[in-house]
């Protein structure tokens, strides 16, 4: 399930619940790019909690610190540091260390509810535009983790989340993962391609250890 998803150029979007493992499986995404490929160069901006190393020790193994160095983290703890960092320094940051992968975690978490519409629409606007650039014309994944808000909506059908942003952000989206946990007391979660131009629509269950996300993945 993972190999389409690093394959796929685009605005990919991971959403789930908190505490779903998004972090997680973005970090384990990471790891092994980077140990498949010893010339692998990922860009991991965290804009909700620091990067968290010893989590990527657990999810790569022996020869962490090396392959650690091929990571660039960038910490973005305002709305203003990110849409100025990923607007203009992201583009030019992949094609000067000739990144393959960019992580964001997460792109919604400076985003406020007091912030008006017309300002959120454009910010959003100009980062998607931006993203999807550097994606684009680098051919790289951008895997942008978002949060969730409340689903409303009704019928059988209705999930009970749905990603946060809106339809601003969810028609910039190329591909989009979904991850619910079954129960709050199990390791059990289920991870959805929801939309992929390169694989069909899938659903896959999983365990969530200290090594990461297996049966599956």
Request: aromatic share 8%.
């Amino acid at each position: 399930m993972m190999q389409p998803i690093v394959s796929t150029p685009g605005i990919i979007e991971l959403f789930g619940p908190s505490g779903s493992g998004k972090s997680t499986f973005a970090l384990q995404v990471v790891a092994s790019c980077l140990r498949r490929d010893e010339t692998f160069r990922a860009i991991y901006v965290c804009t909700d909690d620091t990067f968290s190393v010893k989590r990527f020790e657990q999810l790569y193994g022996l020869g962490f610190e090396d392959a650690a160095e091929r990571i660039i983290v960038q910490h973005l703890g305002d709305l203003e540091t990110q849409e100025h960092f990923l607007c203009y320094f992201l583009h030019p940051l992949v094609q000067n260390q000739n990144v393959n992968l960019v992580i964001i975690d997460s792109i919604s978490s400076n985003f406020r509810p007091c912030q008006r519409t017309n300002e959120v629409t454009a910010s959003l606007y100009s980062i998607a535009k931006a993203l999807y650039r550097t994606a684009a014309e680098h051919s790289i994944p951008v895997i942008c983790i978002n949060q969730v808000t409340a689903d409303l909506s009704e019928g059988t059908n209705s999930l009970l989340f749905k990603p946060a942003l809106g339809l601003s952000w969810s028609n910039c989206v190329t591909s989009r993962l979904r991850i619910e946990r079954v129960s709050e007391n199990t390791s059990t979660r289920i991870v959805t391609i929801v939309r992929c131009p390169l694989a069909p629509s899938e659903t896959l269950e999983c365990q969530l250890t200290l090594a990461g996300f297996r049966s599956g993945i």
